[in-house]
């Protein structure tokens, strides 16, 4: 994983080198939090500055960036933030450094085109900056999914500025920048025209990725910074290609039927003869999607030296080079289980459960009874996993699923070490975090849910917490001790809602419209998701120097769902907990993870708290006043 940064000074900028911009002091940026291995610049000319900076995840050693490639004439630089987890072009070693075989790979491309066809074949997620001087070039983009975070802005009003993180300007005196992000919706190219021969902007041209059979060449953006966009009219850039008419088919006569017997005689969640297929390719999909984001990462970070965590590592404690978001839902507790089955069986898996701080409820003398008539019919291991004994402090609901979810886990895995983080957060910490750095992280998404999301995904990525005894009694601790996840990635449940029919809205339109609407909705959230959270998810995690990673979202997987038919990854005629998402739900059973199977889902704002944290009435959609600090980044517009 990589910041990026770009500067490109406009084409009268004749002395490059003493423009204000180049003196940001990128090492005091958020950026350089994203790669704490190594930092390095490139000044490519007069008019293009590149920095990088690494977090060491695959090779024998760091990999600087940029990385630069002579070769007579031509001049070819690259800065590549991503992980490729496989590529098409045979030409290509995963085995090393991917930074060096994507480099290696577009060196070897003398035109446009090839460029186009080379990066048609990553993948994995990533965003990218690439120069190419014998073409007059810049290439630039994210995955067709968006799992990496690229932002653009325009300074001074003619000089362009790519981050991987919205800067804090203030130094430079200048906070005016509006920030956007690039879209994700294909590679945009640069055509640099020589500043003796022309004085008007770059031509910005889009090169569209191929996703819908149907309406894939549409304008997907007119304007970037402000800037006309072009749209090309060479072949898009290939990838996955979603078959519309075989999505919006109806469910065949013999499955039809098959489904209304079963509901006559409800029965446990396994999965019904007319879907097993299905649902053994969605596991082997998944399992392999989960393989290499586990497989291929580096070794965890070495353990503080003079903390409580030295104290806790006689008693037992693994090195963990993986770690989950965990809310005990049946998503995070399906990767956890796969996690497992692909670690390393001498390491650890670090669950992050995080909670925000709740007010104590106001006496409520018809609850105080029920609670008081149920208290005895709790043991002592289960108390405090009563959603009615989530009242104040942090036993939200996440906790308490958590907590279930991983006495599943241990059951199921007893040779498995899982660390169960819990991650309290209070008021003062929430609210000192955001105005420090969240905010700026979260640029340029800023609505209550950019803010209540981000939040919670930040603490959660940060990894800080405690281990207790009651729930880490591998650990044989005598009592509750600190702790900090050493892990440089962290798997992410996202992604499973949007192409599973997660959401009440779809269960909603298949009451309204039957299925061929809950296929068009789940194609067009497919084609958007890029535009929802994941770069605002990336630059979340990133900030603790770990990555991001979504095995729901890989391409392989993806490729697999958007082309199957609604009904045969949902049963929206059953019950909450069961009919959505029915095809993973049919995985975890079938891996034996029944009370995750049956958990019905709930949001992280809500399952956290932190939507109740601060007691404010708001909608998700609003723009968020506590994300707009002074002196710093403002909204993007449109």
């Known amino acids: 994983m990589c910041g990026i940064f770009a500067l490109l000074c406009d084409s009268e900028c004749r002395h490059g080198a003493d423009c204000r911009l180049r003196q940001l002091d990128l090492s005091q940026q958020l950026w350089c939090h994203r790669g704490p291995d190594g930092l390095a610049s490139l000044a490519v000319d007069q008019r293009l500055l590149l920095a990088g900076c690494v977090l060491h995840q695959r090779g024998d050693r760091a990999r600087l960036q940029p990385v630069e490639r002579l070769d007579g004439g031509r001049r070819r630089v690259l800065l590549w ?68 975070s690229l932002l653009l802005t325009e300074a001074d009003g ?103 017997e079963e509901q006559q005689q409800p029965q446990p969640l396994d999965a019904p003869p007319w879907l097993a297929a299905e649902v053994d390719t969605f596991e082997r999909l998944l399992s392999d999607s989960v393989a290499c984001r586990v497989q291929l990462c ?74 008081d008539k149920n208290r005895g019919k709790k043991s002592q291991h289960s108390r405090g996993t009563d959603p009615q004994d989530s009242g104040g402090g942090f036993n939200v609901p996440d906790r308490l699923t958590g907590i279930e979810s991983l006495a599943e886990l241990r059951h199921l895995l007893p040779g ?72 440089k990635v962290i798997l992410c449940g996202m992604g499973a809602d949007e192409l599973l029919c997660g959401y009440s809205r779809h269960r909603y339109i298949y009451s309204q419209h039957g299925y061929p609407a809950v296929a068009a909705e789940v194609s067009m959230e497919i084609k958007r998701i890029a535009q929802r959270n994941l770069g605002r998810d990336d630059r979340m995690v990133a900030d603790h120097g770990r990555e991001a990673r979504f095995p729901y979202l890989d391409e392989r997987l993806v490729a697999y769902l958007a082309n199957l038919p609604p009904w045969k990854k949902a049963d929206l005629s059953r019950d909450r907990g069961q009919g959505e998402k029915l095809l993973l739900r049919c995985c975890a059973a079938r891996l034996g993870l029944a009370l995750a199977a049956v958990r019905p889902k709930r949001a992280m704002q809500f399952g956290s708290r932190i939507a109740k944290c601060e007691n404010r009435r708001e909608r998700g959609d609003q723009a968020c006043d506590r994300l707009r600090p002074a002196g710093g980044h403002k909204e993007a517009a449109g």
């Open 158 to 260: 003619r000089h362009l500025v790519w981050s991987s993180v919205a800067l804090d300007q203030s130094a430079s005196g200048d906070d005016s920048w509006a920030w956007t992000e690039v879209p994700a919706c294909g590679v945009f190219s640069l055509s640099l025209a020589p500043p003796s021969e022309s004085t008007a902007p770059p031509v910005l041209m889009l090169h569209p990725y191929d996703l819908y059979s149907d309406d894939g060449n549409e304008a997907m953006t007119p304007s970037l910074c402000g800037r006309p966009v072009s749209l090309s009219s060479r072949t898009g850039v290939r990838r996955f290609v979603i078959d519309a008419e075989a999505v919006r088919r109806q469910p065949d006569a013999v499955a039809a039927a098959a489904a209304a």
């Open 416 to 487: 498995r070490h899982f660390n169960f983080v819990t991650i309290d957060v209070t008021l003062k910490e929430l609210q000192e975090a955001r105005t420090q750095r969240i905010s700026q992280l979260c640029s340029p998404c800023l609505t209550v849910l950019d803010d209540s999301l981000g939040c919670a995904v930040w603490f959660a990525a940060r990894g800080e917490g405690f281990l207790t005894p009651e729930l880490n009694r591998h650990l044989q601790l005598a009592q509750q001790v600190t702790y900090r996840s050493p892990s």
């Open 81 to 148: 933030n991503g992980e490729l987890f496989y590529c098409t072009d045979p030409r290509v070693d995963l085995a090393g450094s991917d930074t060096e075989a994507v480099s290696r790979l577009l060196h070897q491309c003398l035109s446009l085109d090839e460029l186009l066809v080379a990066l048609g074949c990553l993948g994995g997620p990533h965003a990218f900056f690439y120069y190419a001087s014998d073409l007059s070039l810049i290439l630039f983009g994210r995955d067709l999914l968006g799992r990496r």
């Open 298 to 371: 580096s070794s965890p970070y070495p353990p503080p030296a003079a903390t409580e965590l030295s104290k806790v590592q006689p008693l037992g404690i693994r090195q963990s080079s993986i770690a989950v978001l965990f809310s005990g839902g049946v998503d995070s507790t399906l990767l956890a289980a796969l996690a497992a089955r692909h670690a390393p069986p001498q390491q650890s898996i670090d669950l992050l459960n995080v909670a925000f701080e709740q007010a104590p409820p106001k006496p409520n003398p018809t609850l105080a009874k029920a609670r």
